[in-house]
């Protein structure tokens, strides 16, 4: 039987790119070669497209391989624009459409998306950077009570996030985020404990099948930054520890989150529980994959492991 040409998408000009390097090498490492004749398909943060360590035109490669399997992260890789050139050439991907992938990449789009589906999440003011940024931060600060998390509003993996104690803290934060988007989100600083839960499509008789939860604890004083995240200083907890009842309503919001974004093959949402309940911070349409992340671990947890995972979100790509 002939084997499946998979190419592994990687890289891009984005934030993230090396986040996404190693997705993509974990990916290209732990697929099943008995059945995927696999192709790594890199590319640079200057926009060149390269297929097996050759340079291509994006239409050459995408004619030599079945099937996309998308392992980048962040802008072009998670906002609908790099699921627009593959849907241009027809070629079948792996993770969520075009416009599903744009509204989970803008945190604004999402919150009302979210908050629509009546899932709970922290207030928040927008700015965008013609805003008077003083007039925005006097508006944060009297709307929601001290702390204050600031994020720019279409990055992923806490790239330009900070945590605001003061109204001096707010500006700066936006001023930081603004370095990193056109527009920025200051939201309430929710106290609790950090989790993520993971969905997986069309497995084990489900259409949504949720993953046990994890728990994140950051660095004491901490929160779970980019730094935190991948500077291997935080712990991450599987399953988490909240309890059945807590983590059954975590999973049913996991799903919910993703069932309102109309996410595809598969997702993690993020979320803090707090003594005033469950708040959903955002979704991921494409999740990073690592033996070390979140959602590998998860999914290893039910005796899901990565190279039959893979072969999972790949199986659900190339259905009709």
């Known amino acids: 039987m002939a084997k499946i040409n998979v190419g592994v998408l990687r890289g891009g000009p984005s934030s993230e790119y090396d986040i996404s390097l190693k997705t993509g ?35 050459k490669i995408l004619r030599k391989v079945d099937v996309i399997f ?7 890789g998670e906002d609908g624009k790099v699921q627009q050139i593959l849907e241009r050439y027809s070629m079948r991907y792996t993770g969520s459409g075009i416009v599903p992938s744009a509204a989970g990449m803008n945190k604004i789009f999402a919150k009302q998306i979210f908050e629509n589906a ?36 279409s990055r992923g993996s806490s790239v330009g996030v900070s945590l605001a104690k003061s109204k ?36 084990r008789g489900h259409k949504f099948y949720p993953l046990p939860v994890v728990e994140i604890i950051p660095p004491k004083g901490k929160f779970f930054d980019f730094e935190n995240k991948y500077g291997g200083k935080s712990r991450l907890i599987c399953p988490g520890r909240f309890g059945l009842d807590i983590s ?18 598969y997702s993690r949402t993020d979320f803090i529980v707090s003594p005033r309940g469950i708040f959903t911070l955002e979704i991921n349409t494409l999740p990073a994959l690592s033996s070390a992340s979140s ?12 190279p039959l995972l893979l072969d999972h979100l790949l199986k659900e790509a190339l259905k009709k």
Not at 175 to 180: P, Q
Not at 301 to 306: E, N, R, V, W
């Open 295 to 306: 959602y590998v671990r998860s999914a290893e947890a039910i005796g899901l492991s990565f």
């Open 248 to 265: 059954k309503k975590i999973q049913q919001a996991a799903v919910l989150a993703h069932k309102a974004i109309s996410s595809r093959h």
């Open 118 to 153: 009546g899932i709970m999440t922290p207030r928040a003011v927008s700015v965008s950077s013609d805003d008077n940024l003083h007039e925005k931060t006097q508006e944060a600060y009297e709307k929601m009570p001290p702390w204050w998390m600031v994020k720019p509003v």
């Open 168 to 203: 001096t803290d707010i500006f700066l934060g936006i001023k930081k985020s603004l370095g990193h988007d056109k527009r920025a989100l200051i939201e309430e600083h929710i106290t609790g404990r950090e989790a993520t839960c993971g969905v997986l499509e069309n497995f």
């Open 70 to 76: 998308n392992a980048l992260h962040g802008e072009h």
């Open 25 to 59: 090498e974990s990916v290209i490492a732990n697929l099943p070669k008995e059945k995927y004749e696999v192709h790594d398909v890199l590319w640079t943060k200057d926009g060149v497209w390269h297929l097996d360590g050759f340079p291509k035109p994006v239409e």
